[in-house]
């Protein structure tokens, strides 16, 4: 199913139609503030061993998930406030940051460290979706592993429309991905350059 939502205006009732498909088990192509998403609840473990078949992806390597607001983070990360001062200056925007998890997180998107990569993307429909749904969602890029990813919602719905439940469409984006940034120990270290600037940086990896 493709479902038109206005970037700049979200539809409140189209939202809420995405959601409740996510409660009920959906997959899902979202627009970031980069360029598409594929996610799910990260509470829903079947949904997630779907995204690694779709992605052919391996199992080793969690997702990123993302919160509707730094409240939130706090709710699924360990949180300092060196961490917490950094992430309110960029936030929204296009960075994964990576953080302890809380016991809260399910083992499948975190790493062996126990660690979480979460974001808070820059981009209306998808800030008012994992509101509205209530809890965080799985976020990858809407390719194969290795391949750059699509921002076509378009081409996205012709070639996974069979293996995703909905796409939704909020225009064509660029083919970007975040800067992945590790706050581990009190140290903001660049694990990814992406489109987000990385120059304040301490420690650029």
């Given amino acids: 199913m493709l479902i038109e939502i206005n970037p700049d205006n979200p539809q409140p009732r189209l939202i809420a139609k995405v959601a409740a498909a996510l409660e009920a088990g959906a997959v899902i192509a979202y627009p970031t503030d980069t360029t598409y998403g594929i996610g799910c609840s990260i509470f829903n473990r079947k949904g997630i061993e779907r995204i690694y078949q779709i992605k052919q992806r391996e199992k080793n390597k969690p997702f990123s998930f993302i919160c509707a607001n730094l409240s939130d983070v706090a709710k699924y990360a360990k949180v300092s406030n060196y961490a917490f001062r950094l992430m309110k200056r960029y936030l929204p925007g296009p960075y994964t940051f990576v953080l302890d998890a809380t016991r809260i997180v399910p083992d499948l998107v975190q790493t062996k460290q126990k660690t979480v990569g979460i974001r808070i993307p820059d981009n209306r429909i998808c800030l008012d979706l994992v509101t509205a749904f209530g809890h965080p969602l799985v976020t990858t890029s809407a390719n ?3 391949e750059e990813p ?3 919602p378009g081409v996205i719905f012709d070639s996974m429309n069979n293996q ?6 909020g225009g064509f984006l660029p083919p970007d ?5 590790s706050l581990i120990s009190d140290t903001a270290a660049v694990l990814r350059k992406g489109v987000g600037d990385v120059s304040w940086c301490a420690d650029r990896g």
């Avoid at 995703?164 to 469409?169: C, T």
């Avoid at 991905?177 to 940034?181: A, E, F, I, P």
């Fill in 164 to 169: 995703l439940d909905i796409v939704v469409d």
């Fill in 150 to 152: 699509i921002g076509d």
């Fill in 177 to 181: 991905v975040s800067s992945v940034v």
């Fill in 144 to 146: 194969l592993s290795g």
